[in-house]
């Protein structure tokens, strides 16, 4: 059974930091790419960041220099290290697994039940 469980989110000030976990469980954590999305009600999800073949990040352009994301192998752990927030950041954080095929198709995609983060003074 795959599991993905994030921890980590919560309530902070505007300019503030924050540390997501997702912990995989039922996957062979090295053979994914692993990701981090956001949304917000009414918006479709978005890719916040994420590690290509354990080795290649990928950034929004909104949290460039801003959100670092990291992955622990032996941990089966992703990490997303969030500081600089803004109210704009607020939004429940999803973490992805995804499993490609040699053209780069999804073969196996998981998510995990999200988070809430939310930026306020």
């Known amino acids: 059974q795959v599991q993905l469980v994030e921890s980590g989110g919560g309530l902070v000030q505007p300019g503030g930091s924050l540390r997501l976990s997702c912990a995989a469980s039922g996957i062979t954590f090295s053979l994914y790419d692993m990701g981090w999305y956001r949304q917000v009600p009414g918006n479709q999800r978005e890719l916040v960041a994420n590690?290509?073949?354990?080795?290649?990040?990928n950034y929004a352009d909104s949290v460039k220099g801003r959100f670092t994301i990291s992955r622990d192998v032996a941990k089966n752990t992703v990490y997303l290290q969030m500081s600089g927030l803004k109210p704009e950041d607020t939004a429940v954080y999803y973490c992805?697994?995804?499993?490609?095929?040699?053209?780069?198709?999804?073969?196996?995609?998981?998510w995990g039940q999200g988070t809430q983060v939310t930026v306020s003074s």
């Open positions: 590690i290509i073949s354990g080795t290649t990040l």
């Open positions: 992805n697994a995804v499993r490609r095929r040699v053209d780069g198709t999804r073969l196996y995609d998981w």
